[in-house]
């Protein structure tokens, strides 16, 4: 399992993808933090994170979609398939790898409680 997560996991930062989905779902937030700001002279981070997982539901098929898909592409589904590694470990490192992604696309959302002491 760990040699498959690190496998997806470094497919996600050495191509443009990992950074492009991060770029995204920064720039939408963003946006929704910006015109909480603007429009209602507050914020509220409830109101905030709920858009935020509302992206999310957007973005995240991006991530999962490829990694199948990709294995396909590539001809390595068959060899994966047919390694000695079970079917469960092989999902399981792939989720995992996809979680660490968002795990790290959501620690760039922290700059946001650092960013309300400039409003105020």
Aim: glycine content about 4%; cysteine-free.
């Amino acid at each position: 399992m760990f040699a498959v997560l690190k496998k997806e996991f470094k497919s996600y930062l050495l191509t443009p993808l990992g950074y492009i989905f991060i770029g995204i779902f920064i720039a939408m937030f963003s946006l929704f933090f910006y015109i909480d700001i603007y429009s209602y002279q507050a914020i509220n981070f409830e109101n905030l994170f709920y858009n935020g997982a509302t992206i999310l539901t957007f973005v995240i098929p991006v991530i999962t979609m490829r990694m199948f898909s990709e294995e396909r592409k590539s001809g390595t589904e068959q060899l994966i398939l047919t390694s000695p590694r079970s079917i469960t470990s092989i999902v399981l490192g792939k989720f995992f790898a996809g979680v660490l992604m968002l795990f790290i696309t959501e620690i760039f959302t922290l700059m946001y409680f650092r960013n309300i002491k400039i409003f105020w």
